[in-house]
């Protein structure tokens, strides 16, 4: 027992609080054995508060520390065993309390049993998003972000790791709520460095409520990491060899009373390979052709790490602070071979290429985060500083037979530095009706320099935002959810030494979201909302990428941002441990942003190029023929169309589509395998289309250690070595044609080991954070000016 005392000044009486601490023993109800790495978390029977948890030790023991007098629910649990809950009471004059000993039942006991007590379900539908639970995925692993995002419904994941959403690539991904300068560099190389096993969930949201940035028209994925909140230290390490991918990492975690303390630290490297490489300009009007035809060898490592501390100053009050810091570096070095032909003969000359780039970036947050006595209301304060740098350079020379060419030389240097502000207050009337509001404020400032010349880019944004969202019962089984959301832009920036251009704009920014429940397990959703896409540096950037002369590449500093309009109905269902998540949608976007190749510039940049009017179809399903085996799949299909407004002239109506299946069994001794395979069909663009694509791969798995630590082997396209993907862009006057030859066999091992108390159950405290999901972020190029750097 603890007392502690408060002095107040002018002589009046102290206040003692006392505090005490509540302890059991856990053991196995067959074995009568200690169930060790137990997970107990207490919580006040008056408002389902959280207040503390501790994880058993070797003997089985509990103690939770600093408890305050009061009713409370004791949860304890662990994998395989049925989540007991006891309810429990302390009183000032008798704060300790000794529970007795406390008996979990296997599961094992009942082979009929699907859903297991406690443990959440492996998809969960709400009111606004998706839920893939990640940590109840007992294959991932081993593997990385991408690999567990292909398992998420409505998403897809090509061989480079680029996520689309329901066909659409205009999505933002989120860390914990909280946006990357990393992730606006390359989504692709960023989910690599996030361990599978770090991964708590995965939010999809497909229709956001006014609370969100407006931008994102694809809409958000939001990875929540594992939180630790138990006593003492804990952490993980993981790692994976293999023939394409290396990864380490490591995490470590720590808490004393009020104060947290999360650390992570990660490296990458990809052994390069040899990838085949063939580009045809074909110029109709001039009657040329010019085919390149040869190999490139691209290398990426990198590395990241993240420290984060939480103090409660008490239990209504506490604050947090992150710093996260990310570097990859990339490489890409190749010689193809050129045929020429002209009206005037045909020439044979080569070209030899070096790319060199780097990407780096720092992020800095702070948030205070308040709550009352009453339930959900809650004020917080959040700000945040990130500091971007991008390096590309490049060498390209001709070469010739006896003659010496000059070499083509690139050198860019891009800043990124974005300062963030934002207040949000949340007040329940009642349990059925919250009201959320709140302002933000973004500030970006882009630099783009280049070596030896004059075509220096500064760019500023400074947007203002402010919201207001209800939610609240229509019926007993009939929820509303709805808001506006009120943006205003400001736009000024230097193009080289001529351009110069200013722009601001005011957006209201509607959305609403209908939700019936028709039973305990079906659910019918309706939602429409307005989204924003503002273009980021990639599309903006003027730099003038010549390492291939005859495929130049730019960006656009005159773009304009993309506007959509988004309607949805969506059905969820569960039936005896199977779930179903379908969706149907229409999507109107205003001035959609594409590239476009310019055939007498030998130029592609971005455009503005029209309105674009999609529909579209997803659905996901996971059934369990048998209580250890489940199969899961996702099928997207969406409508492509975008017109013209001034000339009325449309690309005509095309079908993109995407498919997943995957087949995972369980069996005794703690062997997990499963198989799975992904398609995507053909990409139709404004300008052309890109081929489809199809891989697959499969792991077995093995818990070690009394199931602290896994080891693991993993294939992928063991029966071919390349993976094929033809890009085509064409009219009438030219064709620019290229073909791809990815090497993406491989093999591997992975181990993961979790050390010190871990915790299964305990929730921590949600903190506030800022969430920057408000511009369009870059492709990862598949093709590259030699080639594609490796999956």
């Avoid at 897809?156 to 992730?183: A, C, E, F, H």
């Avoid at 691209?298 to 947090?320: A, E, M, P, T, V």
């Avoid at 059925?432 to 070596?451: A, D, H, M, P, W």
């Avoid at 069994?665 to 300008?687: A, D, H, L, M």
Wanted: hydrophobic share 30%; net charge positive.
């Amino acid at each position: 027992m603890q007392a502690k005392a408060q002095f107040p000044m002018g002589g009046q009486a102290s206040k003692i609080t006392v505090v005490g601490k509540i302890s059991a023993t856990i053991l196995d109800s067959a074995t009568r054995k200690p169930v060790d790495y137990a997970s107990a978390s207490l919580a006040r029977l008056s408002d389902n508060k959280s207040v503390n948890g501790s994880v058993s030790d070797d003997k089985g023991k509990i103690s939770i520390q600093n408890v305050s007098p009061d009713k409370y629910k004791l949860t304890i649990g662990f994998i395989g065993y049925k989540t007991k809950v006891i309810n429990v009471t302390t009183t000032p004059e008798r704060p300790d309390l000794n529970a007795g000993v406390v008996y979990l039942a296997s599961t094992a006991n009942n082979l009929q049993e699907v859903t297991v007590t406690g443990q959440k379900a492996l998809v969960e539908t709400k009111i606004d998003k998706v839920v893939y639970n990640a940590e109840q995925d007992v294959t991932i692993a081993g593997g990385n972000a991408s690999d567990v995002m292909r398992k998420v419904p409505m998403l897809s994941v090509d061989i480079d790791g680029n996520v689309s959403l329901r066909g659409s690539s205009q999505v933002r991904v989120l860390i914990n709520g909280k946006p990357s300068g990393t992730m606006a560099n390359s989504v692709a190389d960023a989910l690599k460095m996030i361990p599978a096993e770090q991964i708590k969930s995965v939010e999809v949201i497909t229709s956001p409520s006014a609370k969100y940035d407006a931008e994102g028209s694809g809409g958000i994925i939001n990875i929540i990491t594992k939180k630790k909140t138990a006593e003492g230290v804990s952490g993980a390490v993981n790692a994976s060899v293999g023939t394409r991918q290396n990864n380490g990492n490591l995490s470590l975690n720590t808490r004393k009373g009020r104060l947290g303390v999360t650390s992570n630290f990660g490296v990458q490297y990809a052994i390069p390979q040899d990838t085949k490489v063939e580009l045809l300009n074909q110029n109709n009007d001039l009657n040329t052709n010019l085919l390149q035809d040869g190999y490139s060898k691209s290398k990426r490592y990198g590395g990241n790490g993240s420290i984060g501390l939480d103090y409660d100053i008490n239990n209504y009050n506490s604050i947090s602070t992150n710093l996260k810091y990310n570097r990859f570096e990339t490489g890409q070095d190749g010689m193809l071979d050129i045929i020429n032909s002209t009206l005037n003969g045909t020439t044979n000359y080569s070209r030899v290429t070096e790319n060199k780039g780097a990407m780096s970036n720092l992020d800095w947050s702070a948030d205070y985060r308040k709550t009352t006595k009453k339930d959900g209301e809650e004020f917080s304060v959040s700000g945040q500083a990130s500091f971007g740098r991008n390096i590309n350079d490049f060498t390209t020379t001709y070469v010739y037979p006896n003659v010496n060419s000059t070499p083509i030389i690139g050198d860019n240097t891009g800043k990124n530095n974005e300062y963030t502000l934002q207040t949000d207050y949340t007040y329940p009337f009642s349990k059925t009706v919250i009201l959320e509001t709140g302002l933000k404020g973004i500030f970006r400032n882009i630099e783009s320099k280049y070596q030896d010349t004059d075509q220096d880019f500064d760019y500023g944004q400074d947007v203002g935002a402010a919201y207001g969202v209800i939610s609240f019962k229509l019926a007993k089984k009939t929820t509303f959810k709805g808001g506006f959301r009120a943006e205003y832009t400001n736009i000024n920036g230097v193009a080289g030494a001529t351009l110069n251009f200013k722009n601001d704009y005011f957006n209201l920014f509607p959305s609403a979201i209908v939700s019936q429940a028709i039973s305990a397990t079906t659910n019918l959703k309706l939602s429409y909302n307005r989204r924003m896409q503002r273009p980021s540096l990639f599309y903006l950037n003027p730099f003038l990428d010549e390492s291939d002369p005859e495929n130049r590449r730019s960006g656009n500093p005159s773009l304009s941002p993309e506007l959509a309009d988004i309607l949805e109905l969506g059905y969820s269902t569960y039936i005896k441990g199977s779930v179903i998540n379908a969706s149907v949608f229409y999507r109107n976007t205003q001035d959609v942003i594409e590239s476009i190749f310019n055939p007498e510039q030998k130029l592609t940049s971005y455009y503005n190029v029209g309105t674009s009017k999609s529909y579209g179809f997803n659905t996901f399903a996971s059934y369990n023929p048998l209580p250890k085996w489940t199969l899961m799949g996702n099928f997207s299909l969406n409508s492509y169309e975008v017109k013209d407004p001034s000339t009325n002239l449309s690309t005509g109506v095309y079908a993109n589509y995407s498919a997943f299946m995957r087949s995972a069994f369980s069996f005794t001794g703690g062997w997990n395998t499963e198989i799975f395979g992904v398609y995507n069909g053909p990409r139709k663009s404004f300008q052309g289309s890109t081929g489809a694509m199809a891989f697959y791969g499969g792991a077995l798995k093995k818990d070690i250690l009394k199931k602290k630590a896994t080891i693991g082997v993993n294939v992928f396209n063991v029966f071919a070595r390349d993976l094929h993907i033809e890009t085509r862009n064409e009219n009438p006057s030219f064709l620019q044609l290229t073909n791809i030859y990815y090497p993406i066999r491989s093999f591997g091992l992975n181990f993961s080991y979790n050390f010190g108390k871990m915790n299964f159950n305990a929730q921590p405290k949600k903190k506030k954070t800022i969430k920057n999901d408000d511009l369009k972020q870059g492709e990862q190029q598949m093709s590259g000016q030699m080639g594609a750097g490796q999956g």
